[in-house]
């Protein structure tokens, strides 16, 4: 949608908090729990409802006295600060539609939130609950000694090559460049082995991401994600040259806006990976999708990267249960992680059912820890790291890891690309009960068990070389116009394809034709020895896989025409080759010729072929060879013989 700056002025004068930065939110208002019931998104089948309990599919939610209103155009922001109770209303997003608006402590959210969403040019509204997120993480699980799930060869008595692959992974990538944005309990900023920028903490509403809780889990995610490699201490992590972002998102209740703002402020720093080892609670009750989060991962995948797509990662979560009715897990860009033991077999614990991607290993991962005493334990007395870092909350950054690495080694991979390599690279595992289908998929196992190696490999790419032009040459007659190129070579042996876009300079009218059949320049300026175009008219061919592109029959004889040729690969493409100018002839008129009184031409001959040029010869009187006979070689292909 354009932004009109008209619309922007008389908007800030309804509401002057309309356009307050992020920043301004306050930490969530709690109030009694209430029963009532409200739409999630703008779909009918989206209606959630909370019990008298406060309870919504079984997760405790509070009241906040906000509703956050998606509109299509700025035209209904100006109804919706109108309504009736409207105390405030503050943009969480840039063009202004996304809007958290207060109604106070005594209004009924449930309520108003349905007229709003009723109001023309609204999407959706939803009351901005708040809830307690859920790590999905199993600390208690049993000890386990070493980083067997970057190498598996057997050191903890689990199956040689039940692990992702890493070391050969990183003969390509590293991680270096990218940034992975770890939405948890918070990351330890100081941690010696984490490269950790700061992001915010939503629970306490300040500029920091410190686990001011003393809860180690996001710090452990971060580790397994990014642990830095090759310095001499503690662990190494899948991306062990990456950068982490971290937000503090858990510890406390937070709001559907404060998720929002979460992911875009991970966006928007930068982030290529948001891992998220949570979710709104222990079980599978069915939840819809708000249109908050929906707008979220929206942002995320069309916004992040310059438009080439942040992923989102999700862990499946710990109860052993069907989520196929989980809004978050069932989205299409979320890639949802079950956790596998070192065996490669399900965790006990792994959920399962549509909406699954792939599987990565958990069970006891060595990890980072809160730095000290607090955290989870230690390593061979070392307090800094933890041993056992289990459930869907350790798989889920391990995928997160692999992503990394696939960002660096191809840094011009969309969002999309990097979720179809993933899977696709994926190792079956188990196949035995996994009960794969024709697609590949398993409700247990997603598409397997992520295999960094592979997916690295699959991504890394060196650009092709340019196309070299090979026709035409000089300005081809009507009758035969065609661009040609050759074939580049690609260093990786990806298949090629091309685009062309070529334009036709029709030339002006008003340019007249000289004797010769060439126009005039009636309109040139004395500088330029370039005719008047009526008009320009650009083409554009993609998805070429030949080496020419037949133009005869589109444009017709004086039209000038510029073009240039872009090679393909599976990733990246090439710079455009432009090619010189050439301006379409007219096919000749034949010359006429004097046919002598004595002079029997005979029968005619059978076509000698296709049409190859429109160049007349003819003999007779002028016939320098004395042959008598008279031939025509071109676009009539006919020959006569002398009597």
Known sequence: ??????????????????FAPPAAA??????????????????????????????????????????????????????????KGVQSVRALDAAGTLLEVDLGAAADDFAVSRTLRSLPGVEFAHPNLARVLQPHTLPDDPYVSGQWHLENVGQTDGSIDADIDAELAWTVATGAGVMVSVVDTGVEPVHPDLRVICG???????????PEDGNAHGTAAAGLIGAIGNNGIGVAGVAYDADIFGVRLLGGATTDSDMYEAFRASVDAGAAVINNSWGYGSGCEAYSLTGSMRRAFQ????????????????????????MSRDG??????????????????????????HGMDVAG??????????????GYGNYEGDPDYAPHFSGTSASAPVVAGVLALMFEANPDLTAEHARIMLNATADKVHPEEAAYDESGWSPVYGYGRVNAAAAVLAVANVPPEAPQLVGPV?????????LQWSAPVDPDGDALTYTVQWTAHVPDPGADADDTGALEDTGASEDSDTPSDAEAVTTEVTGITGTTLDLTGSVSAHTRITWSVTAHDAWTLTDPTEAPEFTVQPIPDPPETETETDFDAGPPVEPLGAPTSTETVHTGADDPKGTGCEAMAGSAGWAWLAG
């Open 26 to 83: 306050a930490p969530a208002r709690l109030l009694p729990s209430a029963s009532g019931w409200f739409y999630a998104d703008a779909e009918e089948d989206s209606r959630m409802e909370v019990d008298g309990s406060g309870h919504l599919a079984g997760v405790p939610v509070w009241r906040t006295g906000q509703v956050l209103v998606g509109i299509g155009h700025h035209d209904a922001v100006a109804m919706v600060s109108a309504h």
């Open 328 to 353: 978050i897990a069932s989205w299409s860009t979320v890639v949802s992680v079950a956790a596998l033991d070192r065996f490669d077999r399900k965790e006990s614990y792994s959920n399962y059912g």
């Open 200 to 210: 915010y903490n939503y629970v306490e509403d300040i500029d920091d991401c410190h």
């Open 299 to 322: 942002y995320a995948e069309e916004d992040g990267r310059s438009g080439l797509g942040t992923v989102v990662v999700f862990s499946a979560g710990n109860s052993d249960c069907d």
């Open 1 to 18: 949608m354009k932004y009109n700056s008209g619309m922007y002025s008389v908007l800030l004068t309804i509401s002057p908090l309309l």
């Open 361 to 374: 290993s958990s069970g006891g991962l060595l990890t980072t820890d809160i730095t000290g005493d607090p």
């Open 474 to 482: 000089g300005d081809p007659y009507e009758d035969r116009v065609i």
